[in-house]
């Protein structure tokens, strides 16, 4: 069953930890993408990677890390230096060249308590 | 951070009305997306447009990329309870990074 994955789907993290999101995929996707959703709000990017081993900062990646070693997985962690980080976090991935659409996984909703 | 303009905001109609939104932006772009959300859930794709000038169909949905790349509209016909969500446009930059950029969303509301 083809498609991309997000777990955990609630997380709930206490003040000063680092918490990490997972996103994998199998649809042999290039580039994959992080986003942060705010109530209300649209999608602001986070970090993004076309290939592995390397990714680069989106509009928003102060406090936040990711990994690329997999083609298959781009995992988050939002760190403590993330000062409002309770958020909707979507992966999107895309085939990673231009005219190409990019696909969603189910979002993880972190809270901080 | 970057977010493509998007309007209205938010509607609220009657079923079986027609609804129109829009997205422009002060960049061009070679691909725009339309997505529909649904609460607590990730974007759904409903349309993607390549070319400027593009007219495409998806069932009661159509969009159109606008001939200045840099702005694209969705319409939905005859509205249905179901049609209830969130509706973001994206837009692809065709610089080479790839990076999709997408609007601030137009919040749909259907009165039976």
């Known amino acids: 069953d083809g498609g991309i994955t997000q777990s955990p789907k609630y997380l709930f993290r206490k003040e000063g930890q680092n918490v990490t999101l997972s996103c994998e995929q199998n649809?042999?996707?290039?580039?994959m993408y992080w986003y942060r959703q705010d109530p209300g709000q649209g999608l602001r990017l986070i970090y993004y990677?076309?290939?592995?081993?390397?990714?680069q900062k989106g509009d928003i990646a102060e406090g936040y890390s990711v990994s690329r070693e997999k083609k298959e997985s781009f995992p988050l962690t939002v760190t403590s230096a993330q000062k409002n980080p309770t958020a909707f976090y979507l992966c999107?991935?895309?085939?990673?060249?231009?005219?190409?659409?990019?696909?969603f996984g189910q979002g993880t909703r972190l809270t901080v308590v | 951070g970057q977010q493509l303009n998007q309007s209205p905001q938010s509607m609220f109609i009657q079923e079986g009305e027609d609804v129109s939104m829009n997205c422009t932006s002060s960049?061009?772009?070679?691909?725009w997306l339309w997505y529909k959300q649904d609460p607590g859930e990730g974007p759904v794709l409903l349309i993607a447009?390549?070319?400027?000038?593009e007219l495409t169909s998806n069932g009661r949905l159509t969009a159109q990329f606008g001939i200045t790349r840099k702005d694209s509209f969705l319409n939905i016909s005859a509205s249905i309870p179901s049609d209830v969500g969130i509706y973001f446009c994206?837009?692809?930059?065709?610089?080479?990074?790839?990076?999709?950029?997408f609007g601030t969303g137009t919040r749909l509301k259907v009165l039976a």
């Open positions: 999107a991935t895309a085939r990673g060249r231009g005219g190409t659409e990019a696909f």
């Open positions: 649809l042999n996707h290039d580039a």
């Open positions: 990677s076309q290939i592995v081993n390397d990714f």
């Open positions: 960049s061009i772009f070679n691909t």
């Open positions: 447009l390549y070319k400027a000038g």
């Open positions: 994206a837009g692809q930059f065709s610089s080479g990074t790839y990076k999709y950029i």
